[in-house]
């Protein structure tokens, strides 16, 4: 069994389950930074150990587009290579459809890519993209998918949609053929994406077409690009009930506290977001008391730290006005510690998180720090 439960909420959907990969097992729910060439900006493998992250998302299109797919496989992985001991997920590069300087155009058979160093074109189909990421070796891949932005009519999104389940079949197909030698507990695991936008019925539709293929888990597309929190939840909910209970469910692109807690308490199991580190060398900080903009004038001669309830170093040794003027004169230095304190947040919230649950405290918990992000 991929994928068991040890622990549920009683109060709410919220649960602790372990996922099992070839490299090992690691307990859920999880935070996941991007970590898109191999690399957490600004942090190494052993901040990342330190803090006790134990997942990592790169992204294989990009990767590959930098000869990055190349040189993992010659040293055996890539968390071999990134020398990082926790478990390595890659993306697609689905997301990259929406990028105008890579993206040429897409259609049934899959997309074309311009590759911005060489200018070369190239072809991927689902195929391609099964192959770049057992080359790259992470241990969990995620279906090519087409991805639609918030703002496109409910006619792209449907096209968007069903050229994902047809991708989704393909992938499936092609990455159990690839690995059909290997033994079960030796392979990558493969996760479906829904897509299907705000649109209750395209969700159904894309859900239900991806859980005949009997994913090792599922991702739920589409989401930090504009929407409401309320209509990203109900989309959550509607599919968290369509799923089925023994697999695992990742929320993709959602880094917010409150949105990590409040997915938690519906289920979800696994999530992902380049914004609190993009956030954090932009000067907005997660605390247990609500976001920091670090940035604004108060903060100038402010001797206290970011969080008087954080033990990360960054909180132990600097100041928010260090910190601040670092950020202002854009050093390095700056954004690491910012990028190192948004890290250490998260990845404490959600052990918090499973505590509470363990305790049946965790309704309790979220309702604290909804409050504590009130605007």
Not at 25 to 48: C, D, I, N
Not at 272 to 291: C, I, V, W, Y
Not at 322 to 341: C, P, S, V
């Amino acid at each position: 069994m991929v994928f068991k439960i040890i622990h549920k909420d009683s109060k709410t959907n919220a649960r602790i389950g372990i996922l099992k990969t070839k490299k090992g097992k690691v307990e859920t729910p999880f935070f996941m930074p991007v970590a898109t060439r191999g690399s957490v900006k600004t942090l190494t493998s052993e901040e990342l150990k330190e803090m006790k992250v134990p997942a990592v998302i790169s992204n294989a299109l990009i990767l590959y587009l930098r000869e990055g797919s190349i040189i993992i496989k010659k040293f055996g992985g890539i968390g071999k290579f990134m020398n990082y001991k926790g478990i390595n997920f890659t993306d697609s590069g689905g997301f990259q459809m929406y990028s105008k300087s890579i993206y040429v155009k897409s259609n049934e058979e899959g997309v074309c890519f311009k590759n911005p160093l060489s200018g070369e074109k190239i072809f991927i189909t689902p195929e391609k993209n099964m192959k770049m990421q057992l080359d790259i070796g992470s241990e969990v891949a995620m279906c090519l998918d087409s991805m639609p932005m918030y703002e496109h009519s409910k006619e792209q999104i449907a096209e968007a949609t069903r050229k994902t389940s047809i991708w989704a079949e393909r992938c499936k197909s092609h990455h159990d053929s690839l690995q059909k030698s290997i033994p079960k507990s030796k392979r990558q695991l493969l996760f479906g994406i829904i897509q299907g936008g705000i649109y209750p019925d395209l969700r159904e539709q894309s859900a239900k077409s991806l859980i005949k293929m009997n994913f090792d888990g599922y991702s739920i597309g589409g989401f930090g690009l504009g929407e409401t929190i309320e209509e990203e939840f109900n989309i959550v909910k509607q599919i968290k009930e369509m799923l089925p209970e023994n697999k695992p469910i990742y929320l993709m692109g959602i880094g917010n506290p409150v949105e990590i807690l409040k997915g938690i308490s519906l289920g979800v199991d696994i999530f992902d977001s380049r914004m609190p580190t993009q956030n954090a060398r932009r000067g907005t900080l997660f605390t247990s008391e609500g976001k920091l903009r670090i940035l604004r004038e108060n903060c100038k001669f402010d001797k206290s730290p970011i969080d008087k309830n954080c033990k990360c170093f960054v909180c132990k040794n600097y100041s928010r006005s260090f910190i601040r003027y670092q950020l202002i004169n854009d050093e390095f230095t700056g954004k690491k510690l910012a990028t190192y304190h948004n890290i250490y947040f998260l990845t404490k919230l959600i052990e918090k998180a499973k505590q509470k649950i363990k305790q049946e405290k965790f309704k309790e918990f979220l309702e604290e720090v909804v409050t504590a992000y009130k605007e």
